[in-house]
């Protein structure tokens, strides 16, 4: 069955063309992987068949250099390999490119990696998204059939929305963190971009599994996505929220994520109203996700002084001033920026970490109560259109459905985008997720529209 599955742009000649693996895409590449360097790792599961594939440059591979997209760690090389790298050599993907980022994956628009601009690749005036801004481009122009990000806040879906593929992102815990770079370790989770839903269950039949190095892994309590993912009869309780068609900015949006909900109530489905929200405590998101992934990220990252990693050693006259220098010429604005966001966050007599670890329990419990009123919810992917680039603001608005999707990373539940009018930049999308531990319902659901569509 798996190995039946057919991959879309699937042209393998041009993957040997010299001209090909010289090109940079836009940015989107940061490092070439040669295969002839994998051959140690055993193919012992052939479901991704000789697919190639690019991984974000935030997961560490022991033979191809690991940036981050931030200058404090160039040219630096792991020692070892990410699990979620070494699953999908070992089940015959075939890794092409290491993609580039937002630095640390910190950043939502593609702007502020070390390694240059990544922008949409069908528009080049307009954002591609971020943090996962290379493996985006390089699956939605179809230079590889899926690709590996991480989806911290939102990293993997709403750039998926930019360019109208399908971007997901696991329960959190059941695919290994081991070798991904931590960014906020409480949110962060591994998630994938493919150009059909199939796909993507293909890929966590791959990559779900517990695993001992991993100190945040979390046994699966679920198998078989792909084989299992036709509704047959089945008809599902779907969960709307009304008041945030109020935030939709984009008219065209509105529209299509009405006709994605007529066309599962025609084809039986029960569409169920979630009207008495409570949309405050919800609307806290974006403040309680900056007081906490600030600070994780500033304590996940104090290992970066430029002494074991990186080429700064030699500036600066002590311990102190040295850390100074490599941190000063080491790191961009927009990590910088956060970094403070977290001292203050630490320091200030408010104690916004308690505050916001609070606040997220809260969050939690409100969106799991919503949640458990169906199997699934679904909501608007994005409350507008990819951005153009010369209109960017890096401080993201506090519109609740801008940050809407962070909630899912807050609570830990399986979440899928995916378009509904594929018109290349401006694709309109939706967003399904669901309780924790419930993907299959979600790619259910999802390759269901997919399929009336
Ligand atoms: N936009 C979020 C941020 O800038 C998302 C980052 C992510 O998911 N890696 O923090």
Redesign the pocket.
Same mark, same amino acid.
């Given at each position: 069955m798996f190995n039946e599955h057919k991959w879309k742009n699937i042209n393998l000649e041009k993957y040997k063309n010299e001209i090909f693996l010289k090109k940079k895409y836009d940015n989107s590449i940061i490092s070439k992987f040669d295969i002839k360097d994998y051959e140690y790792i055993k193919i012992i599961n052939n479901l991704l068949n000789g697919i190639p594939f690019a991984i974000k440059d935030n997961f560490s591979t022991k033979k191809v250099m690991t940036t981050s997209a931030s200058k404090i760690i160039k040219e630096f090389i792991p020692a070892y390999d990410s699990t979620v790298f070494t699953k999908l050599v070992e089940n015959g993907g075939i890794p092409l490119f290491k993609s580039n980022l937002?630095e640390l994956?910190?950043? %939502?628009t593609g702007l502020t990696s070390n390694y240059g601009d990544v922008c949409n690749p069908f528009d080049k005036e307009y954002i591609v998204g971020? @943090? %996962?801004s290379g493996s985006n481009y390089l699956v939605a122009d179809g230079t590889v059939s899926f690709s590996i990000g991480?989806?911290?806040?939102? @990293?993997?879906r709403?750039p998926a929305a930019y360019t109208g593929i399908i971007g997901f992102k696991p329960t959190w815990g059941i695919v290994s963190r081991f070798g991904l770079y931590d960014?906020a370790p409480t949110?962060?989770t591994v998630g994938w971009f493919t150009n059909i839903v199939k796909e993507s269950a293909l890929l966590l039949d791959v990559l779900q599994g517990f695993d001992e190095k991993d100190y945040s892994s979390i046994k699966p309590k679920d198998k078989d996505f792909l084989k299992n993912i036709d509704m047959k009869n089945e008809k599902y309780k779907i969960v709307v929220i009304p008041v945030l068609e109020e935030q939709i900015i984009n008219k065209e949006i509105l529209k299509d994520y009405k006709k994605a909900i007529n066309l599962l109530k025609e084809d039986g489905h029960k569409i169920i109203e979630a009207n008495d929200v409570e949309i405050r405590k919800l609307s806290t998101i974006l403040s309680v996700?900056r007081v906490i992934?600030s600070i994780e990220a500033f304590s996940c990252n104090s290992n970066l002084t430029g002494f074991n990693f990186g080429d700064y050693f030699d500036e600066g006259n002590n311990y102190e001033e040295k850390i100074i220098n490599a941190r000063t010429k080491g790191f961009g604005y927009?990590v910088k920026k956060?970094f403070l966001w977290s001292r203050e966050s630490i320091y200030s007599e408010e104690k916004y970490y308690f505050k916001a670890i609070k606040l997220r329990t809260l969050i939690n419990e409100e969106i799991n109560r919503i949640l458990s009123m169906g199997d699934v919810l679904m909501i608007p992917g994005t409350a507008d259109l990819a951005d153009n680039i010369n209109n960017i603001n890096n401080f993201?608005s506090d519109h609740l459905l801008n940050n809407f999707l962070?909630i899912f990373?807050s609570n830990g539940s399986p979440s899928l985008t995916m378009p509904i009018t594929k018109n290349n930049h401006l694709s309109t999308t939706v967003n399904i997720s669901s309780l924790p531990f419930h993907d299959k319902k979600v790619f259910k659901l999802s390759n269901r529209l997919e399929e009336l569509l």
């Amino acid at each position: 069955m798996f190995n039946e599955h057919k991959w879309k742009n699937i042209n393998l000649e041009k993957y040997k063309n010299e001209i090909f693996l010289k090109k940079k895409y836009d940015n989107s590449i940061i490092s070439k992987f040669d295969i002839k360097d994998y051959e140690y790792i055993k193919i012992i599961n052939n479901l991704l068949n000789g697919i190639p594939f690019a991984i974000k440059d935030n997961f560490s591979t022991k033979k191809v250099m690991t940036t981050s997209a931030s200058k404090i760690i160039k040219e630096f090389i792991p020692a070892y390999d990410s699990t979620v790298f070494t699953k999908l050599v070992e089940n015959g993907g075939i890794p092409l490119f290491k993609s580039n980022l937002d630095e640390l994956a910190i950043g %939502s628009t593609g702007l502020t990696s070390n390694y240059g601009d990544v922008c949409n690749p069908f528009d080049k005036e307009y954002i591609v998204g971020g @943090s %996962s801004s290379g493996s985006n481009y390089l699956v939605a122009d179809g230079t590889v059939s899926f690709s590996i990000g991480s989806d911290t806040g939102d @990293s993997v879906r709403k750039p998926a929305a930019y360019t109208g593929i399908i971007g997901f992102k696991p329960t959190w815990g059941i695919v290994s963190r081991f070798g991904l770079y931590d960014f906020a370790p409480t949110f962060d989770t591994v998630g994938w971009f493919t150009n059909i839903v199939k796909e993507s269950a293909l890929l966590l039949d791959v990559l779900q599994g517990f695993d001992e190095k991993d100190y945040s892994s979390i046994k699966p309590k679920d198998k078989d996505f792909l084989k299992n993912i036709d509704m047959k009869n089945e008809k599902y309780k779907i969960v709307v929220i009304p008041v945030l068609e109020e935030q939709i900015i984009n008219k065209e949006i509105l529209k299509d994520y009405k006709k994605a909900i007529n066309l599962l109530k025609e084809d039986g489905h029960k569409i169920i109203e979630a009207n008495d929200v409570e949309i405050r405590k919800l609307s806290t998101i974006l403040s309680v996700y900056r007081v906490i992934s600030s600070i994780e990220a500033f304590s996940c990252n104090s290992n970066l002084t430029g002494f074991n990693f990186g080429d700064y050693f030699d500036e600066g006259n002590n311990y102190e001033e040295k850390i100074i220098n490599a941190r000063t010429k080491g790191f961009g604005y927009e990590v910088k920026k956060r970094f403070l966001w977290s001292r203050e966050s630490i320091y200030s007599e408010e104690k916004y970490y308690f505050k916001a670890i609070k606040l997220r329990t809260l969050i939690n419990e409100e969106i799991n109560r919503i949640l458990s009123m169906g199997d699934v919810l679904m909501i608007p992917g994005t409350a507008d259109l990819a951005d153009n680039i010369n209109n960017i603001n890096n401080f993201p608005s506090d519109h609740l459905l801008n940050n809407f999707l962070t909630i899912f990373n807050s609570n830990g539940s399986p979440s899928l985008t995916m378009p509904i009018t594929k018109n290349n930049h401006l694709s309109t999308t939706v967003n399904i997720s669901s309780l924790p531990f419930h993907d299959k319902k979600v790619f259910k659901l999802s390759n269901r529209l997919e399929e009336l569509l």
